[in-house]
């Protein structure tokens, strides 16, 4: 969440709704956090002032806003007050904690059949609602989409109709996302019904599977492709794949009603359980908010980011046409927690099987920080430098430890709170003499970029970019000049060949997260595992023989395993064999270690950076302690480990040598880091 800007309001409704900060923004207005007189968190929408004085605005708007409040229905998320008359006027909708579908897909990278199922129900029962109070929503994609605990909500529908007429759409340009739109928005001519909505959903139900219907390319080729070619719905579970290709017919008539797509459906809810798998479970909020005192007079509170609808419909223009500006997408978070300290985004990579987070480590170090206890020693030796009791002799000689290396560190740097329902991260790089990371990658609105991996000449990185169309690797040159999309992926870090020709990703086959490599010049890819269990993990061994992944030997437990790349038929050979998930490998330099992340966060120790042989043997701990240790990398001399520590929400990037001295933080000032590499 982002600070009250000046001329901002401070409150609506006579004072009904005091707004703390800014969530986001759109062709129609600022969306804010709002408080009700109780306290009841609210998302505020205020329509831009301009728009106001457009004939026939106020009209539409009053109507749309009168048709969305007779909306009910378990899977929507209700307008609650409104002004059509204000100046400005306003929209009030009701507070929905949890991430956002875009979000979780970002994280998990697709759905199982029964989590897809029970979400195709509820996203079909709230387009009934949405369709019986005479509204077309025009906009449904996985940002307008929030995964609850009992199931999803449909937001910010009933106001897009509000717009047309207006300036931003007399220029032919329609209303709604790319890559969502019905063939009948974007050939224009007729009149809209709600069809459409129910196009959107084949494409939100097919991106949840781990497919793209019309391809990830530039929005040129998917419109063509919209208007002329059959979807691929290859990803799509066989059972499902019927009922979602009808809503994805080209005449509008051919599509299914809600109520008749949700009559297809067979709907199997887990006895007692979540709804979600693992992965997604992980990123839901507290089930109890918690409110922090109202903050001094003229300060805005501060607050992770909360789920909130876009800040109004986002245009998009015919074939071949693209939009400047922001990406459209929903600023959302978790639960309203208010909070004197904000909780940036976590490093975890999407895919992860995570647990709910826990801030008492973060806490205590700000603390510690605010009381002159802790200090900030970045790239200098420290006192922890002598060797530890029973310690091993440092690299180098036996009185002279390892120096710390003067590489360049690339990292994930969050440039504001909201993780796990938003993600505000760029790529930088962090020098060995300079306190402050500079950046290379910003990758603009709605875009989260994250899991930096030098090349092995380190003239280039690779990184994993999300955005409301999907996942993808893009490698940039070493100072990010030259970014590019090589091909889309379902999530999670990637992994170079020694040779820099290629790189291992992950990517979803008949609904299962893979492995499969790429070739960097040309985008051709190649299956490596074809298992029933889904893959993570990816590390390339410096010999360019094997690939390290993680494969999960029973529920909730993950193990390292090595993959042949020139023999797929070959089973994996398994490494660690520990009673928790082991997660996160890395080869040393000299390929003959692995360190890697053991533990589940929010149990025990929660996370610990541990050393194993090669072959499994020599299974020894680098560092534990009570905080959450992951993301091990190693220097490019093999002498020293970086890792992150703290909880998702306040990461920070430390180091230690191999021989387990020296240990020190590189993260400075309060900042949010993760996902370091140092070669």
Not at 202 to 221: E, H, I, K, N, W
Not at 279 to 293: D, I, K, Q, Y
Not at 332 to 337: F, I, S
């Amino acid at each position: 969440m982002k600070p009250l800007e000046t001329g901002d309001p401070t409150s609506l409704g006579d004072g009904r709704y005091r707004l703390v900060g800014r969530l986001g923004q759109g062709g129609m207005g600022v969306v804010y956090l709002g408080r009700s007189q109780s306290g009841r968190a609210v998302a505020v929408k205020v329509v831009r002032p301009e728009l106001s004085t457009e004939p026939g605005f106020r009209r539409r708007f009053a109507d749309e806003v009168a048709a969305a409040r007779r909306v009910g229905g378990f899977h929507t998320a209700p307008v609650v007050d409104a002004d059509p008359d204000g100046e400005p006027a306003w929209l009030v909708t009701a507070f929905v904690p949890g991430p956002t579908l875009q979000a979780v897909l970002a994280r998990v990278g697709s759905l199982p059949p029964d989590t897809l199922t029970v979400l195709a129900a509820g996203l079909a029962e709230a387009l009934e609602a949405i369709h019986r109070a005479g509204v077309i929503h025009r906009d449904l994609k996985p940002a307008n989409i929030i995964v609850a605990e009992d199931g999803p909500r449909v937001i910010d529908f009933g106001i897009a109709r509000a717009l047309d007429g207006t300036a931003l759409t007399q220029t032919g340009l329609q209303v709604g996302t790319p890559g969502f739109l019905a063939p009948e928005q974007l050939t224009g001519g007729r009149a809209l019904t709600p069809a459409v909505d129910m196009f959107a959903l084949g494409v939100v139900l097919t991106q949840a599977a781990g497919g793209a219907p019309f391809g990830d390319g530039p929005s040129a080729a998917r419109h063509y492709k919209v208007v002329y070619e059959e979807p691929d719905l290859t990803a799509v579970p066989a059972e499902l794949r019927e009922a979602i290709g009808a809503c994805l017919a080209k005449d509008p008539a051919a599509r299914p009603t809600p109520a008749a797509f949700l009559a297809s459906l067979t709907v199997r809810h887990p006895d007692g359980g979540s709804w979600l798998p693992e992965a997604a479970t992980s990123l839901l909020p507290p089930p109890e908010p918690t409110v922090a005192p109202t903050a001094p007079e003229g300060r805005p509170d501060t607050a992770q980011d909360l789920p909130v609808p876009d800040a109004g419909a986002d245009a998009d223009g015919p074939p071949g046409a693209e939009l400047p500006g922001e990406q459209p997408g929903t600023v959302t978070g978790p639960a309203v927690r208010l909070s004197p300290v904000p909780a940036p985004v976590p490093q975890a990579a999407p895919g992860k099987p995570r647990r709910r987070r826990a801030a008492l480590a973060a806490l205590l170090v700000a603390s510690l920080a605010a009381a002159g206890l802790f200090v900030w020693q970045p790239w200098r030796d420290s006192a922890k430098d002598d060797a530890k009791p029973g310690a091993a002799t440092p690299t180098g000689s036996a009185s002279t430890p390892a120096p710390f290396p003067a590489d360049p560190l690339l990292i994930r740097q969050d440039t504001a709170p909201g993780w796990p329902a938003t993600c505000h991260s760029v790529i930088a790089r962090r020098d060995a003499a300079a306190e402050k990371p500079v950046q290379l990658i910003a990758g603009g609105a709605g875009a989260c970029d994250m899991l930096p991996q030098w090349s092995p000449d380190r003239r280039s990185f690779a990184f994993t970019r999300s955005t409301s169309e999907g996942t993808a690797v893009w490698t940039a040159n070493a100072d990010g000049s030259n970014a590019r999309r090589i091909t889309s992926v379902a999530g999670g870090r990637v992994s170079w060949s020694p040779d820099g020709s290629r790189l291992a990703v992950l990517r979803t086959k008949d609904g299962v997260q893979q492995l499969f490599v790429v070739v960097v010049a040309d985008g051709t890819v190649r299956q490596l595992t074809s298992g029933q269990g889904p893959v993570e993990d990816p590390a390339w061994s410096p010999d360019g023989r094997s690939i390290a992944v993680c494969l999960q030997t029973e529920p909730e437990n993950w193990q390292i395993h090595v993959v042949d790349p020139d023999d797929p038929n070959r089973a994996p050979q398994q490494v660690t064999r520990l009673p928790h998930p082991a997660l996160d490998p890395v080869w040393s330099p000299d390929g003959t270690t692995f360190a890697y992340t053991a533990g589940t966060y929010g149990t025990g120790t929660q996370g610990d950076i541990r050393l194993v042989d090669a072959d499994g043997s020599d299974d020894r701990e680098l560092v534990a302690g009570g905080a959450h240790e992951m993301d091990p990398a190693w220097s490019a001399d093999g002498t020293w480990v970086a890792f992150v520590r703290g909880t998702y929400e306040k990461p920070v990037v430390w180091a230690v040598r191999a021989d387990k001295t020296g240990e020190r933080a590189l993260t400075a000032g309060g900042a949010a880091e993760g996902h370091p590499s140092w070669r």
